[in-house]
Structures are given as C-alpha cells and as structure tokens.
C-alpha cells in the first residue's frame, strides 16, 4: 500500500515537471517582436474557448497558435498578414473584434434584435396580464370583505 502511494506522488511529479517543460518556450530575442506578439494574441479568439483571447487562453490550440503568431512574425510578416493569415484558416470569428463588414453583420447586430424582441415579448406579456381598473362588483367586495374579516380575526386569536 505505501508503496502505490509512493509510486502514485512520483508519477504526479514526473506529470507536473513535463507539463512545465511542454509549456515552456524559448524567449524571443526582440522585445519588440514580442511586444507585437502579445498584442496580435489579445486581438485573437482562442478557437476552442471562444471566450477568451488567444494570450489569455491556456489551451492547447492557443499555445499553437501562440506559436505559429510567433513563427510568422520571426519571418517578418506585418500585424494585418497574421490576422490575415488567421482570417482565412478560421473566419473574421477569430478577430476577437471582428471588422464591420456585410459577412459579420449578424455578429455586430444579432444581440441587439435579440434584446428588442425579448423586450417586445415582455411588453405583451405584461399588456396581456394587466387588470382592468373598472370598480369591483358588490359580489367582489362582499368576496373581499369576507375574506379582511377572517384574516383580522385569525391575526387578533
């Protein structure tokens, strides 16, 4: 038994040391080139997590495309290639902000007609169930009296 768990904590451990080294990457010799990387990445979606920018995200898919922003960039490739580049592998959905164009229009303006209808059907909803302000019938207020009577009684037992 001592000897599972003794094998199970260095198995953990052999794990957790090749996770590190599978994440590390070479640093890159020009700060501004990773300047420039970091900011491509944060106007990137991470493909898989679609919440998140790639330099936020820590999916495998990011790292790559962490990886190939670096790549092309080391080949000397402008900001807009790049975001070209990924444009064209995934759609203007990769652009964390995607362009104002007729293909993204539905992206820009889809959750506002959203919004409006679900504010439409809240406003019928609410005009369907609206009461009448007509007065009470004598039969109503007999019906209410009753019923402040025995909850007056019931509060003063």
Do not use: H
Not at 36 to 60: D, F, G, I
Not at 125 to 131: E, G, K, M, P
Not at 136 to 156: G, H, Y
């Amino acid at each position: 038994m001592k000897l599972r768990r003794t094998a199970t904590a260095f198995a953990a451990a052999v794990l957790a040391c090749m996770s590190i080294l599978v994440q590390a990457r070479p640093p890159m010799q020009d700060q501004g080139l990773q300047d420039r990387e970091m900011a491509l990445a944060a106007q990137l979606r991470c493909v898989v997590c679609q919440n998140q920018t790639v330099a936020e995200s820590r999916a495998p898919m990011a790292e790559d495309m962490r990886l190939q922003i670096r790549s092309q960039l080391e080949q000397g490739r402008s900001n807009d290639q790049v975001i070209a580049f990924f444009e064209q592998r995934y759609g203007a959905f990769v652009r964390y902000n995607p362009p104002w164009k007729p293909s993204t229009w539905l992206l820009w303006i889809g959750p506002f007609f959203v919004a409006l209808g679900g504010l439409a059907l809240l406003r019928r909803t609410l005009r369907r169930t609206r009461t009448s302000d007509a007065p009470l019938t004598p039969q109503q207020r007999d019906r209410a009296r009753q019923w402040l009577d025995s909850v007056s009684k019931e509060e003063n037992q």
